[in-house]
């Protein structure tokens, strides 16, 4: 009796280990099956890059003018910066630039100290000790007609012939709305990419299927011949004429 048990547990437990053994090549073939599924649509597929570039003017241009002027006291200096102001005004206004151009006009006003260092038998210390006021008037310019700015921008420094703290910034130049550039970019990257899938495809045989995916890259403004990019876009500020450059990912099936 115990024997018959011990062949019967024998036979049970052999069973088990070849309906296991079975299990695993039955699921190691479906997923080999599975893995040659998605080689091979991977392998009749396509992704390539489409890129569009237009060349644009700059629509708006703006700058800064800032004046300094010192003085011990602050009737003195406030006298003085409005002779100064009053000198850039008009300097702005030979130029072209005109009031309705000028704009974030502010005025500030800090006390300037001199640093006092002393050394008594080794013992070095130091005192502030006050040197005037340094005022400063600041004004921003911006206006549509970029050729005013570009023609006579450098022209507002000659006023330091006259005694005139001024300081102008580098001009920066915008294109107002790049938006309205997107959709003709697209046509042509997206074009672009097709062509390059095209001749890739018929050189290994095969042909052109159709559009799986799509993705636009963001927008890049950059100065002529520049080689800058960015995976967050990049918006050159400093030239008035500007490339834009967009970027078309595309997947294809293959046939």
């Not at 549509?144 to 921008?153: I, K």
């Amino acid at each position: 009796m115990e024997k018959n048990c011990s062949t019967a547990r024998i036979i049970t437990i052999s069973v088990v280990v070849v309906s296991i053994i079975v299990g695993m090549t039955i699921s190691a073939f479906m997923l080999s099956r599975f893995m040659l599924r998605i080689q091979n649509t991977t392998e009749k597929s396509i992704t390539v890059k489409g890129v569009a570039e237009k060349e644009v003017k700059a629509d708006l241009a703006s700058f800064s003018c800032t004046l300094k002027v010192s003085a011990k006291e602050k009737s003195v200096g406030f006298a003085k910066l409005n002779n100064a102001q009053a000198m850039l005004d008009k300097k702005l206004e030979i130029l072209g630039f005109t009031k309705d151009m000028r704009f974030d006009e502010s005025i500030t006003c800090a006390a300037d100290y001199n640093i006092i260092t002393q050394r008594d038998n080794g013992v070095v210390t130091e005192r502030k000790e006050f040197a005037g006021y340094d005022f400063t008037y600041l004004i921003t310019i911006r206006t549509s007609n970029v050729a005013l700015v570009t023609e006579n921008v450098l022209k507002i420094n000659t006023l330091v012939r006259n005694n005139v703290d001024v300081t102008v910034s580098e001009p920066q130049y915008f294109v107002k709305n790049p938006e309205q550039y997107k959709l003709e970019l697209v046509n042509l990257a997206s074009a672009s990419a097709a062509e390059r899938a095209k001749v890739a495809a018929s050189q290994s045989g095969s042909s052109l299927g159709p559009l799986m995916t799509a993705r636009q890259g963001v927008i890049q403004i950059t100065s002529p011949a520049s080689t800058e990019t960015s995976d967050y876009g990049v918006y050159n500020t400093s030239s008035p004429v500007k490339i834009i450059r967009l970027v078309m990912t595309m997947t294809f099936n293959l046939k």
